[in-house]
């Protein structure tokens, strides 16, 4: 049985939000995400999903596009996103009970995956504005917008703890954690989030939200400090799943 992730499916079905604009890679994604999956993960796999699910804003808006997600092959966990509005993190019991059997959702809590517990939470990172000179070099930052992101970090972190502290209730002692948001921002070469992941060693983070050539060397990639960090936004990998293990 094997893990894959894969982020930001920016599905429209009943919105009719396209995707085109943001580059020729989101040209007809539905079918590219459904043809590699398709291929690559087996019915017993788990699948990851790393958030910005779908475009529509309450849960009605979102029915067709989580079915494709059900459609997909292997055990669909789902992670919030920044666009997942239908998703109100103090309803995901709700949403697990309605979805039963057919998706699971991660937030508060923990899946397993073998021996290890899979945790997560949306994450959070300040994105700026960042003020630059002619060079393109950052001068300074909004300020006010930086403080409105500690507190939201701070609220992200209380989550992921409540997962850390869940699974480690059951006895897991590996962990495999799951972000939307990138774990650091282009400022910062550590965080709240990776000072986490250290204090716990986990073996891998996961995370997607950079779009873009010029957004992908946004945050940590590769080996750092032991940690093994993917980014799996759905343009970066060009909607081929990444095995994790």
Not at 33 to 44: D, G, T
Not at 138 to 164: M, V, Y
């Amino acid at each position: 049985m094997a893990l894959y992730a894969l982020g930001d499916f920016h599905l429209s079905f009943q919105t009719n939000k396209s995707m085109n604009k943001f580059g020729s890679v989101w040209r007809k994604h539905e079918q590219k995400i459904e043809k590699y999956c398709s291929r690559l993960i087996r019915p017993e796999d788990t699948f990851v999903i790393t958030g910005d699910h779908s475009w529509g804003r309450k849960l009605e808006e979102c029915r067709e596009d989580l079915a494709f997600i059900e459609r997909l092959p292997g055990r669909k966990i789902l992670l919030r996103g920044n666009h997942d509005m239908f998703w109100d993190a103090k309803k995901t019991e709700q949403l697990n009970a309605e979805y039963a059997g057919r998706l699971l959702f991660l937030q508060n809590n923990y899946y397993a995956y073998e021996d290890y517990a899979l945790v997560g939470t949306k994450g959070y990172t300040f994105e700026g504005p960042f003020y630059l000179d002619g060079r393109g070099r950052i001068l300074g930052w909004d300020e006010k917008k930086e403080e409105h992101a500690k507190k939201l970090i701070a609220r992200e972190l209380e989550r992921l703890q409540i997962s850390f502290d869940a699974a480690i209730a059951d006895g897991y002692q590996k962990f495999i954690l799951f972000l939307h948001y990138p774990p650091t921002n282009i400022l910062e070469t550590e965080s709240a989030f990776t000072e986490i992941a250290e204090r716990y060693r986990v073996e891998h983070v996961i995370y997607s939200h950079c779009h873009g050539e010029s957004r992908f060397g946004d945050s940590i990639r590769g080996l750092n400090n032991g940690i093994e960090y993917h980014l799996v936004s759905g343009d970066y990998l060009r909607f081929r799943p990444e095995r994790i293990i």
